[in-house]
């Protein structure tokens, strides 16, 4: 901040001499401009390539996680590296709650998100965002030894825990219940279910599988149909250059074979074919 400060002082000063030092050392260090920009994309002049801001939630495994040392990792995690590797991007990511990545995205704080995010025409109308990068869909966890709950119709008058600002957490509010507890990850909702505080919880089929599999919740199991077909896609602020590269690495992937390679990592089977477009 202090070369910038010493350009933008220097840059006013009309003595010939200083002006060319100015512009010497602005040759040298290719300073950037003052001005303020509404996106956080940083470009690097040295290397031409771009950095991009990306937010995250991480605490819905296995799409995103924190290990102990504090190192992002996960399915999405894995899938935004391999688009960026196939565009020539730089990646700075960053943990933000779900529910505050899209203020985040509208003030120009973050340039992406990848974070599980189901296209809705609501949040399209909030953000722009790329094709879709994977197929889910909303699921009922009730505790293992509960039979009165089998489908979305017996959620009436029930307790149900969901994490705030999510697809869930509206569908939830779709049931009559008695009472519908946020919470601020899944991972919590769950917990809340298997500790008996609540009847049901509703969140995304495969992490709700996930924490089951990994043993992270116990005493739990889904029941019913899947309520939702749902498509994540990756999140910029309305009208983002980022995006036309964002499809592109997405689109090298999926013809590659990486996107396979990836998902079998984190999960059982073939990927199921993505559409172009989400229906919303």
């Given at each position: 901040?202090?070369?910038?400060?010493?350009?933008?002082?220097?840059?006013?000063?009309?003595?010939?001499?200083?002006?060319?030092?100015?512009?010497?050392?602005?040759?040298a260090?290719?300073?950037?401009?003052?001005?303020t920009?509404?996106?956080a994309?940083s470009p690097d002049?040295?290397t031409?390539?771009?950095?991009?801001?990306?937010?995250?939630?991480?605490?819905?495994?296995?799409f995103?996680s924190?290990?102990?040392?504090?190192?992002?990792?996960?399915f999405?995690?894995?899938?935004?590296?391999?688009?960026a590797e196939?565009?020539?991007l730089?990646?700075?990511?960053?943990g933000l709650?779900?529910?505050?990545?899209?203020?985040?995205?509208?003030?120009?704080t973050?340039?992406?998100?990848i974070?599980t995010?189901?296209?809705?025409?609501?949040?399209?109308?909030?953000?722009d965002?790329?094709?879709?990068?994977?197929?889910?869909g909303?699921?009922i966890?009730?505790q293992?030894s509960?039979?009165?709950?089998?489908?979305?119709?017996?959620?009436e008058g029930k307790?149900?825990?969901v994490?705030?600002?999510?697809t869930?957490?509206?569908?939830?509010?779709?049931?009559n219940?008695?009472?519908?507890?946020?919470f601020?990850?899944?991972?919590l909702?769950?917990?809340?279910?298997?500790n008996?505080n609540?009847?049901?919880?509703?969140?995304?089929?495969?992490?709700i599988?996930?924490?089951i599999?990994a043993?992270?919740?116990?005493?739990?199991?889904i029941?019913?149909?899947?309520?939702t077909e749902?498509?994540?896609?990756?999140?910029?602020?309305?009208?983002?250059?980022?995006?036309?590269?964002?499809?592109?690495?997405?689109?090298?992937i999926l013809?590659?074979?990486?996107?396979?390679e990836?998902?079998?990592?984190?999960?059982?089977g073939e990927p199921?074919?993505?559409p172009?477009t989400a229906?919303?």
């Amino acid at each position: 901040m202090i070369k910038l400060t010493r350009s933008h002082l220097l840059r006013q000063l009309t003595l010939g001499v200083l002006s060319f030092v100015c512009a010497v050392m602005l040759a040298a260090c290719g300073a950037p401009s003052n001005e303020t920009s509404s996106s956080a994309t940083s470009p690097d002049a040295a290397t031409n390539t771009t950095t991009l801001k990306v937010a995250l939630d991480p605490t819905f495994p296995p799409f995103q996680s924190q290990t102990g040392s504090g190192q992002f990792e996960g399915f999405d995690i894995d899938l935004i590296n391999a688009i960026a590797e196939a565009e020539g991007l730089t990646l700075d990511m960053a943990g933000l709650p779900f529910d505050g990545i899209i203020p985040a995205l509208q003030s120009g704080t973050v340039d992406l998100t990848i974070s599980t995010m189901t296209i809705t025409a609501e949040r399209a109308q909030a953000v722009d965002f790329s094709r879709p990068y994977f197929r889910a869909g909303l699921a009922i966890a009730v505790q293992e030894s509960n039979t009165d709950i089998t489908s979305f119709d017996n959620l009436e008058g029930k307790r149900i825990a969901v994490q705030i600002g999510t697809t869930g957490a509206e569908k939830a509010n779709e049931a009559n219940a008695a009472e519908v507890r946020t919470f601020d990850n899944t991972p919590l909702a769950l917990q809340e279910l298997a500790n008996g505080n609540v009847d049901a919880a509703v969140s995304d089929a495969p992490v709700i599988l996930y924490a089951i599999k990994a043993g992270s919740v116990t005493g739990i199991k889904i029941v019913g149909e899947q309520l939702t077909e749902e498509y994540y896609g990756i999140a910029a602020p309305k009208n983002s250059p980022n995006l036309e590269k964002i499809n592109a690495g997405l689109n090298t992937i999926l013809e590659n074979g990486k996107y396979k390679e990836i998902y079998q990592k984190w999960f059982s089977g073939e990927p199921p074919e993505l559409p172009e477009t989400a229906p919303i």
